[in-house]
């Protein structure tokens, strides 16, 4: 048997043949051996331990080595970065030798500073809020003031236009109702731009009919542009699809603005309202208008001006031909809304081209709402209960409607209206808002718990984006804006009382 090489030794030397064969001694020797090798292990054992500690005990002073130099730089780059940004910062970080002591605090304080600015920037953004919520109030309660009045005004000029009157009365009366709806364009300007800033406006979807669309603006304008020498030319494309899907109303604003603008800076001169196909693509067409005048023309360096409210190319110019400066800013938002731009191209004496393009929806003509025609003003069989407390406005409501051979009748406010719907079967209600005793609102809510069918047609003079909704929610049919055009209440009485009264 084969033992540990120093217990070999040590058996040559002191154990004969005879005594290595003694079981006994054998024992002995198994053990011996064994611990032997125990020890050998153990001494490898420890000395491989303490050769891999020597290497991780290099190993870990070089990392931190390492990480202090990057440490070192960190810091020297945050010191810099501060003091870049404020040199006296300086002052605080370097005044004593621990450094990032300083740091720490001089951070502190700049933390402490930004909470003091947010805080300040909250309260500055309640105010702000708070602001023009009270301007938009102020509009509102504004509009109705000056829309009430103004309602009778443009209503008695209209009955008064149907009398035979002397050549200088009837021009007296154009004078009056040119002036009134000058007045009133006046008020929707400044509603929809405060409208379009708190972003109120949100454009609709329904069939346009683009040919008829500016036909009639052509014929809006064809009077007023005669009378200062102009003449207007429409040109449309062959190719120009007849209906699209868009906002009607945002459309003709602008076009309304664009031609205003150009009737009004030219005499004796041309206006061209011209519509092209841009590009087609699948059920999608770009349609290029532009509005082309040989008018006055502005100044290349000034042409920037005219699209921020309540600013003239000229300051003559407001002086010269009136205008509150909100035409052309508005007409630049609402062609934003539509996801374009206004372009303007303009010499002095020379004229000017205002051109933007609009992607639509092509429309079909099934979709297309059949406007109403009014030529021959009946609404005979045709009941109407007409809830106003105004009577310079019901004075001018009942006319219209008894020369359109309509029955009315009159309910002061909301609480008598009540009571003659329970008692009396009507075609249409004509609803104001704001009464005494009980307003539009509430006289709505409570006819609904016992009449669901009865068109209610809500009559107000603050048509804002809240007020509208609030109509539908309580049930109302549509809604009229004061002061509403003769036309306007005839259409709105035709379209919902027919259908009530057969």
Sequence with gaps: MLYHKILEKQIQKTLSPEQLSDPQIQRLLQMVDHSYYNFERDKQLTEHAFLISEKEYQDVVHRLQSLNNIYNQSVKK????????????SLIIEKEDNEVV?????????????????????????????????????????SHEIR?????????????????LLPSQLENLKALNISAENLLRLINDILDFGKIEEGKIALSEKTIDLHQLV?????????????RGNTIH????????????????????????LVSN????????????????????DDHVTVYFSVTDTGM??????????????????????????????????????????????????????????????????GKPEMCTQKVISGNSDLSGIKILLVEDVEFNIMVARKMINNWNGAVDIAENGA?????????????VLMDLQMPVMDGYNATLHIRNFNTIIPIIALTASASSDILQRTRELGMTDYLAKPFKPGELYEMIYKYGKKAGG
Excluded at 111 to 132: C, M, P
Excluded at 215 to 227: G, M, P, S, W
Aim: with cysteine.
């Design 78 to 89: 945050l010191k810099d970065a501060i003091i870049a940004h404020d040199p006296q910062a």
């Design 102 to 142: 300083n740091i720490i605090a001089w951070l502190e304080k700049q933390i402490h500073k930004s909470k003091e600015t947010e805080a300040e920037l909250i309260q500055a953004k309640e105010l702000a809020e708070n602001g023009a919520k009270a301007k938009s109030d102020f509009l509102s309660v504004m």
């Design 148 to 164: 009430t009045p103004l309602n009778a005004i443009i209503g008695i000029a209209h009955l008064l236009l149907q009398d035979a």
């Design 215 to 227: 036909e009639n603006i052509k014929t809006a304008y064809h009077i007023h542009a005669a009378e």
């Design 234 to 257: 429409l040109k449309t494309d062959s190719n120009l699809p007849q209906y699209v899907l868009g906002d009607e109303v945002r459309l003709g604003q602008i076009l309304h603005n």
């Design 262 to 281: 150009a009737v009004k800076f030219t005499c004796n001169g041309h206006i061209s309202i011209q519509l092209s196909v841009q590009r087609t693509q």
């Design 297 to 362: 023309g502005i100044e290349k360096e000034k042409q920037h001006l005219i699209f921020d409210r309540f600013t003239q190319a000229n300051s003559d110019i407001t002086r010269e031909f009136g205008g509150s400066g909100l035409g052309l800013a508005i007409v630049k938002r609402l062609v934003a809304l539509h996801n374009s731009d206004i372009y303007l191209s303009s010499e002095p004496g020379r004229g000017s081209v205002f051109s933007f393009a609009i992607t639509f929806q092509k």
């Design 416 to 428: 008598v209206a009540i009571s003659k719907i329970r008692q009396t079967e009507y075609d249409i």
